[in-house]
């Protein structure tokens, strides 16, 4: 029985459960690669590959040289850069190649959200006037709130932020979810906050805070994703591993 070889770009909690799945066929070969920016990631159910590729062009070279036979890019949902990578790698070496991307959150009645498009955007809508900010939006890209330097920041992050915010007033929490929304209402109220800053990651590692700021009425601005529309994609764990399916069932591989 030929193996079938997959690449699968993680980071996620479905690209692991994804990877687990496949694990178990007998007709696949898969390989996880991870960005290794976090310092201790969790362990994984397949061989491992840390570190990047080198751009798309190395991305490319990569899977022509390893004989894979699709790429799914199970990252992030704002890891654009790698999703493009992947998206120009696939293209160039002709190989099959989806997204898996767990859905959106949606907006709820009592939800107060400012919609924006990019975490620079949100550090301009946090407005002049001084307020207590929840940042929740990871370690690499809070040094934008650098820009807004009259606001008292809570910043969590899995890892520290370094070097520090060139701020007046911040503090950092290390912390690794999944967030419960009772626990999250209370890093809240203790800590005083005015507005959180999140992406819109969808799940539910992290949904207890959108949930407990519906709760106290805080105002979330909400980083929302771009995602491109050219790239098939499915939102679960189940509809990848049918996508899988299809692609290497015999009528697929005979071009029917």
Not at 158 to 186: I, N, Q, S, W
């Amino acid at each position: 029985m030929s193996r079938h070889r997959i690449l699968i770009l993680g980071g996620t909690t479905e690209a692991r459960n994804l990877a687990a799945a496949l694990a178990h066929r007998v007709d696949c070969d898969v390989l996880l690669s991870l960005a290794g920016r976090t310092a201790e990631p969790m362990a994984q159910p397949v061989p491992v590959r840390s570190g990047g590729f080198g751009g798309s062009d190395g991305l490319a070279q990569f899977l022509k040289a390893e004989k894979f036979n699709l790429l799914i890019d199970a990252t992030h949902p704002f890891a654009a850069r790698i999703s493009q990578n992947a998206a120009l790698a696939a293209k160039e070496t002709g190989i099959s190649f989806f997204s898996l991307r767990r859905p959106g959150w949606k907006r709820q009645p009592g939800d107060r959200w400012t919609s924006v498009s990019s975490v620079i955007a949100a550090a301009g809508a946090l407005g002049e006037t001084p307020r207590h900010v929840f940042l929740a939006i990871g370690r690499q890209e809070a040094f934008h709130f650098e820009s807004a330097p009259q606001h008292r920041y809570l910043i969590r992050s899995v890892d520290p932020v370094t070097p520090p915010l060139g701020v007046p007033h911040a503090r950092y929490l290390l912390a690794t979810g999944p967030f419960e929304e009772e626990a999250e209402r209370k890093l809240l109220m203790d800590n005083r906050i005015e507005v959180i800053v999140a992406k819109n990651s969808g799940g539910t590692a992290t949904y207890g805070k959108i949930a407990a700021a519906r709760a106290l009425g805080i105002e979330v601005i909400m980083v929302e994703r771009q995602q491109p529309a050219d790239v098939r994609t499915v939102g679960t764990v189940e509809e990848a591993l049918g996508l899988v399916d299809h692609l290497f069932s015999p009528e697929m591989n005979r071009g029917v």
